[in-house]
C-alpha cells in the first residue's frame, strides 16, 4: 500500500511533474511507423499531457513538434508540408523537424525575426516499425538495441492499444504472475477446448498450458525477487522445485513476457506504456517470432479483429466489454474471448482511471509490483536530485547486447551471459546468445 504522496507522485506525468520528468528520460515509443506514410499528413498527439504534432518532411524524417504554433499558437497539426518541414497554416511560419524557423513570411524585407525563433521540438528515430522520441532534458541516452526492433517486419508484430487508465496499474497488472491463471484461463469444457484450438497457445510437456488451473495447495507467484539496474527480475518455482528467473520490469514502464507469437522460448514480447495523461495512455505491444513470419490470422486476430482503426479496443467500459456469461460458464474464465490484451483492459480500466493504493490489500503473491513501486519511487527522487534514474545506457558496449536479458549496466562478459543462461534455465535466452 502507498500513501497518497507516493501515489500521486508515481501516477502524475504531465510537464513538470517528477514523475513526468523520469519517464522523459528515456526514449519513449510516440507512435507506429504505419500513422506515419511518406506524404501523409500530420498526427497530432498528446503524450505527457503535453499537445504535440508528429510529421514526415519531404526527405522522410519524422519530426515531433509542440502543437502550437511559436507565433500565435495555432494548431500546427493542420499545417502544410511544404519546403523543407512543416508550415503553419495561420501565417506561414515553417519549421523543420528540429524546431528551426525557416521563414516568417509575412515580416519585412531583410527581417531576421526567424533566427530568434526556437519551436518546443524533439528529436524521433525511427526502429523496428515505431517512432521514438526523445522528450527529456540533457543529452539523450541510447535507444535500448531490443531484438525485437530489427527483427524482420514479416517476423515482428508491432501495434498498440488505447487504455483508459493511468499507465501505472496497467504496468503493475503485467507484473502480476498470479492472475495468469484466473483472468486468462481456459476452462476444461468442450467449449473451452474448442476455443483453445481456434487460438492455439504455447504448450508445455505436452498439455495446453493456458487451461492454467489453479493447482490445489501450490503457490504459483513469485518466491523471490531481485531488483537491477535495469529494473526487477522475479523468481517462481518449476515443477520440479528449481527456481526459474528472468525480467519482470524494465525502466521506464515495460515488461516482458516470454516467447514470441505462437512459440515459447522463440523470440518474445514488449509491454511498454507511454501515458497520455493522467488518466489514459497507450500500450505498444511489440514482439517477434525468430524461426519464421508471424502468421498473418495471428496478426488480424491481435489488431483489426479486437480494435477499431484508431487503436482502441472494440470491448470497451461502455459496452461492457461484451462479456459474454454463457461463454464464462463454459469456455473462458471471463467470457472475454481470448485474446489476453482485452481481457487486460477489464482488470485495470475498472480500477479507476486512477488506482487508490492507499485501499487496496497486499500479499505475497504481490512482491513484484512492491518492488517496482520502490524502484519507480526510488527513480522518481533521484531526477529530483539531479541524479539519472535507473537503466539509462550511454556506453554503446553495454548496447552491444539485448540489455532485457542484463543485470548490470555494464558491458557483459561470456561468464555474465553464462550466468544467466543457467539461472533462467535457458527459457528466456533460448536464441538470444550467442
Not at 207 to 235: H, L, M, N, Q
Not at 245 to 259: A, E, H, K, V, Y
Not at 374 to 393: D, K, T
Request: aromatic residues 10%; hydrophobic residues 35%; charged residues 25%.
Amino acid at each position: 500500500m502507498l500513501t497518497r504522496e507516493e501515489n500521486d507522485l508515481l501516477t502524475r506525468t504531465g510537464p513538470g511533474t517528477p514523475c513526468g520528468r523520469m519517464l522523459r528520460s528515456y526514449w519513449q515509443p510516440v507512435a507506429l511507423s504505419e500513422e506515419l506514410p511518406s506524404g501523409g499528413p500530420p498526427v497530432p498527439l498528446t503524450l505527457f499531457s503535453e499537445d504535440l504534432v508528429l510529421f514526415r518532411d519531404e526527405r522522410g524524417r519524422a519530426g515531433l513538434l509542440d502543437a502550437h504554433c511559436s507565433h500565435r499558437g495555432t494548431d500546427l497539426s493542420y499545417g502544410r508540408l511544404e519546403d523543407g518541414g512543416l508550415r503553419c497554416v495561420y501565417h506561414g511560419w515553417l519549421y523543420d523537424v528540429r524546431g528551426r524557423c525557416l521563414e516568417t513570411p509575412g515580416e519585412p524585407p531583410g527581417s531576421r525575426l526567424y533566427e530568434t525563433v526556437r519551436h518546443p521540438a524533439y528529436p524521433c528515430q525511427e526502429r523496428g516499425g515505431v517512432i521514438f522520441a526523445y522528450l527529456g532534458e540533457g543529452e539523450a541516452p541510447l535507444l535500448p538495441n531490443y531484438e525485437v526492433l530489427s527483427a524482420e517486419p514479416e517476423h515482428r508484430l508491432t501495434t498498440k492499444y488505447y487504455h483508459e487508465c493511468n499507465y501505472l496499474q496497467a504496468l503493475e497488472g503485467n507484473m502480476d504472475s498470479v492472475h495468469i491463471r484466473f483472468l486468462h484461463r481456459f476452462l476444461r469444457t468442450e467449449s473451452g477446448t474448442r476455443s483453445l484450438d481456434e487460438f492455439p497457445r504455447e504448450r508445455a510437456q505436452g498439455e495446453a498450458i493456458s487451461y492454467r488451473d489453479p493447482s490445489p495447495g501450490r503457490y504459483f507467484g513469485p518466491v523471490r525477487v531481485e531488483k537491477t539496474d535495469f529494473g526487477v527480475w522475479a523468481y517462481s518455482l518449476e515443477d520440479d522445485g528449481a527456481e526459474m528467473g528472468g525480467p519482470d520490469f524494465l525502466f521506464p514502464s515495460l515488461c516482458l513476457t516470454g516467447g514470441g507469437p505462437q512459440a515459447v522460448g522463440d523470440g518474445y514480447m514488449l509491454y511498454w506504456r507511454v501515458p497520455i495523461d493522467d488518466a489514459h495512455h497507450w500500450l505498444f505491444l511489440m514482439s517477434f517470432k525468430r524461426s519464421g513470419p508471424i502468421p498473418e490470422a495471428y496478426r488480424e486476430s491481435r489488431t483489426a479483429k479486437i480494435m477499431t482503426a484508431d487503436y482502441h479496443f472494440i470491448r470497451n467500459q461502455r459496452n461492457r466489454y461484451l462479456q459474454d456469461r454463457e461463454e464464462q460458464r463454459t469456455s473462458t474464465f471471463t467470457g472475454m474471448g481470448s485474446v489476453f490484451v482485452a481481457q487486460d483492459a477489464l482488470a485495470n480500466e475498472t480500477q479507476r482511471p486512477i488506482q487508490d493504493r492507499t485501499r487496496e490489500t497486499l500479499g505475497v503473491e504481490d512482491m513484484s509490483i512492491v518492488a517496482g513501486r520502490q524502484m519507480l519511487l526510488a527513480a522518481v527522487r533521484a531526477v529530483q536530485e539531479g541524479r539519472e534514474p535507473p537503466g539509462l545506457i550511454r556506453d554503446p558496449r553495454v548496447n552491444e547486447r539485448d540489455p532485457i536479458f542484463l543485470k548490470k549496466n555494464a558491458p557483459p562478459t561470456e561468464a555474465d551471459l553464462a550466468a544467466l543462461m543457467a539461472e533462467t534455465r535457458g527459457r528466456w535466452l533460448a536464441a538470444a546468445t550467442p
